[in-house]
């Protein structure tokens, strides 16, 4: 019996660790079968160890080729603090070297995490700064690499690049609207340590970072210098509360320059108030175009077939009643007996006045609204502002005669170039764009691109062609003839809108404004420019702004290689006015016969013998009188 039961228990002990080798051999397979990717991770989330390498930020390029925004590299500081030995040391001598507290810097040291950023102290280190860590060739301290934004014209474009913050992120236009392309994807200098954090040997590999997406805008460097140039000049001269310029491909609705003034530098965002940084005028500023917005009443009253301008004639007395209100032209007096093409030339307020009521408010603002105003224009640049119109329902005969000038009605100077636009290229509105294309960094392949895009046909090729004419005229002979270009066709209009504050006008207190082109047979470029309040001046559109849009279009003419056309304009002139002449060929005469030839214009000569062998300018070339034509005489 006893020997019995002995058997029995070392059955049941037997049984026992049978049944324990198997949970073992089962625990074992799930291990090393079921669960070992799993805890393979785990695993080499503690050995693990990843230096962050940040990528390079996608470069902005104009659309010649000139980079706007680039970047510079840094380094920036890591600490893995298991493997700092002696921390105060560390800590003490760091201190020191980044300007900051030893107790500020131990805190960083003594962190309980595998890898601690030294933030911000420790972004983005000069070149001094970070060769002095470095020579310290301390354990548990790394220089990584990271990559700064650099925007090599500081202020130019400023509003619409926008600026990054210090992790290189988008934070205000263009860099904000494109960041998910603009970003690019971290890299890593990867090894493996031991438990108590110590890097082992011969574990490092490196993952190369993948850098952001260029993008290639359609602004021109050079024509958006020169419109940052004249804005500038503008400051100097007028201090005024605000200034800004834009110049567009009417064809096309590619923004070629844009700014405005304040500006600021990206570069130094923190140093500028919020509304500085922010406001992107040319697309959220609102106010009352005054008479630039006549070309919208103009090309609608030639759309309805309601004016013939050459044949018409409307007499200017110097007001127009309706109903209660007196509406006075700017001219005292009034502009007297005209045909409707000499009240669009002399912006009068009574002609357009008539012309708005011949219309209708039905048929108006059915055609201010197709020209796009009262809504966002779809420009991809963020802040765009909608501008404000009077409700159909309220306007009256006094609305609609003032809405027929330009006054009651808010708009944006980016809706401005671009309904104009439409009035001048065949009768398109276009949607306005100033991103041309974002392309992969590495292979230049297209990623995303934007073309020319139509939204509505607003007018016919043929009213078009009219108002271009008019246009031309007002440059010519009219009230914008401070932007006439000898020897090529700009056409233009004026404007010089009275500001509103707390609901009534101000006094002495206007926004002036030209919106011109060229060539006026066939635009190929459309210069808006807007100066706020300027000081010291009479402020009329005709004597601040043409002349600065005159400036600009100039320099377009080389920029964008406008050939000079065939039959150019000739300009009205007044007493005031310099003239220009043909130079004529004096080669071969006598001083004496050269002086009397060249008699409208300064003279400088050297003398070397009886007869002139050499002149500059040339001639045929057409110069300012009282310019100066130099002369060689030879034997």
Not at 21 to 32: A, M, N, R, S
Not at 300 to 308: F, G, H, I, N, P
Not at 316 to 337: L, M, P, Q, Y
Not at 460 to 473: D, G, P
Request: proline residues 3%.
């Amino acid at each position: 019996m006893f020997y019995k039961n002995i058997h029995i228990r070392m059955k049941v002990v037997g049984i026992i660790i049978i049944f324990l080798f198997l949970i073992i051999i089962f625990k074992v397979f799930y291990i090393q079968v079921i669960s070992y990717k799993k805890l393979n991770k785990l695993a080499l989330s503690l050995w693990n160890r990843n230096l962050p390498i940040e990528a390079s930020r996608g470069k902005i390029y104009d659309n010649t080729g000139v980079v706007l925004a680039d970047n510079k590299t840094t380094v920036s500081l890591v600490l893995v603090p298991n493997q700092i030995k002696d921390k105060k040391k560390v800590a003490s001598s760091l201190a020191v070297i980044l300007n900051t507290s030893y107790e500020e810097m131990y805190k960083h040291v003594n962190k309980r995490t595998s890898i601690e950023r030294v933030h911000p102290i420790g972004r983005r280190l000069s070149f001094d700064v970070a060769d002095k860590i470095s020579r310290l060739k301390l354990d548990g301290v790394y220089l990584v690499k990271e990559s700064k934004r650099y925007y090599p014209y500081d202020k130019l474009l400023s509003h619409s690049l926008g600026f990054v913050g210090i992790d290189n992120q988008g934070l205000s236009g263009l860099e904000l609207t494109y960041d998910k392309y603009l970003t690019g994807a971290y890299g890593s200098i990867k090894y493996i340590s031991d438990a108590k954090g110590n890097k082992l040997e011969l574990t490092e590999s490196y993952e190369k970072p993948q850098d952001g997406m260029n993008m290639t805008l359609t602004v021109n460097y050079k024509l958006q210098e020169s419109l940052e140039r004249e804005l500038d000049n503008a400051v100097l001269k007028y201090n005024p509360d605000s200034a800004l310029g834009i110049a567009m491909n009417p064809k096309t609705g590619e923004i070629l320059a844009i700014s405005s003034r304040p500006n600021f530098s990206p570069s130094k965002y923190k140093k500028y108030t919020i509304e500085e940084i922010n406001r992107n005028l040319p697309v959220w500023m609102t106010y009352e175009p005054g008479s630039t917005f006549k070309i919208i009443t103009l090309s609608t009253a030639l759309e309805e077939k309601l004016v013939d301008l050459e044949k018409e004639h409307f007499h200017d007395s110097g007001s127009i009643r309706v109903e209660n209100a007196r509406i006075k032209c700017w001219k005292h007096g009034g502009h007297g007996d005209q045909t409707y093409l000499q009240v669009v030339e002399n912006s009068c307020n009574p002609g357009f006045v008539s012309l708005g009521q011949r219309i209708g408010k039905e048929k108006l603002f059915k055609y201010i609204n197709n020209f796009g105003f009262g809504k966002k224009t779809g420009v991809d640049l963020n802040g765009e502002s909608t501008g404000i119109l009077f409700d159909l329902n309220r306007v009256g005969p006094v609305e609609l005669a003032t809405t027929a000038f330009g006054q009651g009605v808010s708009v944006t100077p980016i809706q401005q170039i671009t309904a104009v636009s439409a009035a001048i290229n065949g009768g398109y509105l276009l949607k306005p764009y100033i991103v041309k294309s974002i392309n992969e960094p590495e292979t230049n392949s297209v990623v995303l691109q934007n073309k020319k895009q139509i939204v509505r046909k607003v007018i016919s090729k043929e009213t078009s062609s009219k108002v271009r004419m008019a246009l031309e005229s007002v440059v010519t002979n009219g009230t914008g003839r401070t932007a006439f270009i000898d020897g090529y066709r700009v056409g233009g209009k004026t404007g010089t809108a009275q500001k509103v504050k707390d609901g009534k006008y101000m006094v002495g207190n206007y926004i002036v404004s030209f919106i011109g082109f060229l060539p006026a047979n066939d635009p190929e470029i459309i210069v808006y420019i807007a100066i706020d309040n300027a000081k010291g001046i009479t402020q009329y559109g005709g004597t601040v702004a043409a002349p600065i849009a005159k400036r600009i279009l100039s320099d377009s003419i080389d920029i964008l290689n406008i050939k000079k056309p065939k039959g150019a304009s000739e300009k009205k002139y007044n007493f005031l006015d310099k003239k220009y002449y043909q130079i004529p060929d004096v080669k071969g005469m006598s001083l004496e016969e050269a002086m009397k030839a060249l008699e409208k214009f300064k003279v400088e000569y050297i003398k070397e013998g009886d007869k002139v062998t050499y002149q500059s300018p040339k001639s045929g070339e057409r110069i300012l009188e009282g310019e100066t034509v130099k002369l060689l005489l030879g034997g």
